[in-house]
Every structure is written in C-alpha cells, then in structure tokens.
C-alpha cells in the first residue's frame, strides 16, 4: 500500500489571549498546545484511527491535516506533495480530494438550503459538470449511494425534516460527491443514537470499498475504533502515546493510558467484570502540561525518571510505537 498522507512532527500551539490584568502580572506568553509533535501516515486504502479523551487534540490534528488552519511547526505531506508550501489556488484543488464530516449533522448542514443543493454545491465551487441536469443527476446517484432512496423524496427536503442518521448520510454524500481520495470524519457517529451508528459505520466501510476511499477516523470511543480502523492511534494531551495495528492494541495495550481507556470499554455481558486499573485525577490543560512524561500524574507506574524525562517513542516492532519509560 502506497502512503496518502504523511505527517512529521506536527505541533499546533494557540497562543492564549489574557485581559490586560493577567498580563501585567504574568510576563510570559502562555500557549494551549493542542497539538504537541505528532508523526503518523495514512496508506492508501486504510482506516486509520485517532482516538483519545476530549480535548487533547483530535480535531485540531485533522483541521491541521486538511490545512483549514496553519500548524506551528512540522509537516504534511499528502500524495507526497508538501501541501504547506502551495499557494492557496493549488491547495484549493487539492482540497477537492480531501473531504471531512462532521460530528453533528445539523450544524455542519446549512437548514435553509434543500438537501439537493447540499450536496450540489461542492460541485459548483469546483466548477464540475457542464449543466444543473448532470449535476442534479450526479446527486441524485449519490443520494442512492448513501442509502437515501427513492432519491426523489429526499431532493427537496430541508436538513431538519430528516432524522439525525438521515442527515449524517446527506453529510456523507456531500463529502463524497467529489470523489476524493481522504475523508477526515470527526467523531461521525457519536451524537447519532447507538441503534442506528452501525448502520452509519457500515455505509461508511461499503463506500471506502466501492469508492476507493482512505479515512482519518477520530473517535473518543474506542468500541468504535476497533470495529472500523486498520491501525490507531492513542492520543494523550497532544502526543500521540501508542500507534500500531488496532486489534493488536485492543487486545494488548502497552501504554498505561492506552490500558485505562481500553478497560473502559463497556462489555455487553454484564457477568464480565470489567478491569479497572486505578487512573488518577482530570486530563490537566493543554496550557501546563506536567513535565516528564504528560501523563505521570496520573499513571499508576509512575517512576521518578517520568517526573523528569520526556519518555522517547519507542518502535516496539514494524509499525507498533509506544512513548513511555517502562518501554524505553
Ligand atoms: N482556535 C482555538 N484557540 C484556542 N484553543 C483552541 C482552539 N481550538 C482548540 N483549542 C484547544 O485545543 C485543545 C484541543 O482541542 P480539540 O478540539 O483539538 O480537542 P478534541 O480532541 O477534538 O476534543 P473533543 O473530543 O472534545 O472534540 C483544547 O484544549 C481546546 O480548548
Ligand atoms: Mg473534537
């Protein structure tokens, strides 16, 4: 499998904005480090997975993937162009072969424009099809991809006469109906009901297949994760803590934090004791992060060297990856 996307070393720091009263009393430039030096790529064909708790940075890595916003540092790679150094007309039609979804269907919809015209603009904004009827017609097909049939009845729907798994199918389409080669979906099924988020997951597998699609997949659900994604990522305020093949990390996870979030997966027997390893305390900011290891504070292994040292990433095998000192 050749490789779709390629990030090094990305970091994306937001520099925190203060009242003039804090800054006359605290000199120093404070930052949220949202996304703190992250390395991963993408094959093409391949589902891969960013999961991790809210707020360490997954949706600020794939706003950064797609350059909707400008990293501090590192790079992004995407079929081996440096999409960091082309000017914005270039990246525009780039862009035409990266796509997101969102986590909420109705807010990522506009509620008065009909569902057709939904789906209908990103064609105009890149100029394809030569009349309103190949474009129509090109909807229409992407409204029985998506499972929306007969096509006819959804065309002249607004978003809010649809259902939340109706709406998250016309965000699919949409994203879909510029055949790109990367979909970045964000959290797409965590605000859709648990009956019907397989139904979602399974278009979205069906699709990747028919259309010859590669997705970022960030979830903070790792039931989730483990049903769809090739390879995953755990991420921990930033950094991404443990990277390799996800039924290898489901099974058995080396990252004390990895173990505390895959323990927390519900079971559906209830006879099955879940294991719970002891994980102290809130995820602390994104403004001060602990020294050492970031996650020494909370981690029941903590030794004094991760009170200290920033453990080094560790390549355990060909594609596994784990930051952490009982590795190292
Ligand atoms: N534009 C911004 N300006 C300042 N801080 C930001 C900005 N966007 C995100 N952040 C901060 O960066 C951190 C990471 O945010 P991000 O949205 O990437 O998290 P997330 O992993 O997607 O969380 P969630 O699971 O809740 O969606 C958070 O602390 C957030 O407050
Ligand atoms: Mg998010």
Redesign the pocket.
């Known amino acids: 499998m050749s490789e779709l996307v390629k990030v090094e070393n990305l970091v994306k720091w ?1 520099p ?1 904005r203060r009242g003039l009263f804090s800054s006359l009393f605290r000199r120093e430039e404070l930052f ?1 480090r ?2 703190d030096g992250i390395s991963f790529n993408i094959k093409e064909g391949e589902i891969f997975g960013l999961a ?10 794939a706003r950064l993937v797609l350059r909707l ?1 400008e990293p501090t540092d590192g790079k992004i790679y995407f079929k081996g162009i440096d999409i960091l150094s082309i000017d914005k007309k270039e990246m525009r039609k780039l862009r035409k072969e990266m796509q997101i979804i969102f ?1 909420d269907p109705y807010e990522s919809l506009n509620p008065r424009m009909f569902i057709c015209d939904i789906i209908k603009e990103p064609l105009k904004l890149q100029k394809i099809g030569n009349s309103e009827e190949e474009r129509l017609e090109m909807v229409y097909e992407m409204l029985e991809k998506v499972g929306l049939t007969p096509p006819e009845e959804f065309l002249y729907r607004y978003p809010h006469e649809l259902s939340g798994g109706q709406r998250q199918r016309v965000a699919i389409a949409r994203a879909l109906i510029l055949r790109p080669k990367l979909v970045v979906a ?2 797409p099924v965590s605000m859709l009901d648990v009956s019907i988020r397989a139904g979602i997951l399974d278009l979205m597998l069906d699709l990747k297949e028919e259309l010859n699609l590669s997705y970022l997949y ?1 979830t ?1 659900d790792l039931a989730t994760a483990k049903y769809v994604c090739d390879r995953l990522a755990i ?1 921990y305020l ?1 950094k991404i803590v443990e990277q390799g093949d996800t039924l290898k990390i489901i099974d058995e996870p080396m990252h004390p934090y990895a173990k505390a979030l895959i323990d927390a997966i519900p079971v559906p027997n209830p006879r099955v004791k879940i294991r719970k390893i002891p994980i102290k305390g809130e995820v602390p ?2 403004i001060h992060i602990p020294p050492g290891c970031r996650f020494h504070p909370r981690c029941p292994y903590a030794k004094d060297i991760c009170k200290k040292e920033e453990p080094p990433l560790v390549k355990v095998n060909k594609d596994r990856f784990v930051m952490c000192h009982l590795y190292s």
């Open positions: 937001f925190l949220v949202a996304v991790g708790e809210s707020g360490c940075g997954k949706t600020t890595t916003i986590q964000d959290e960030i903070h991420m930033g900011t994104p």
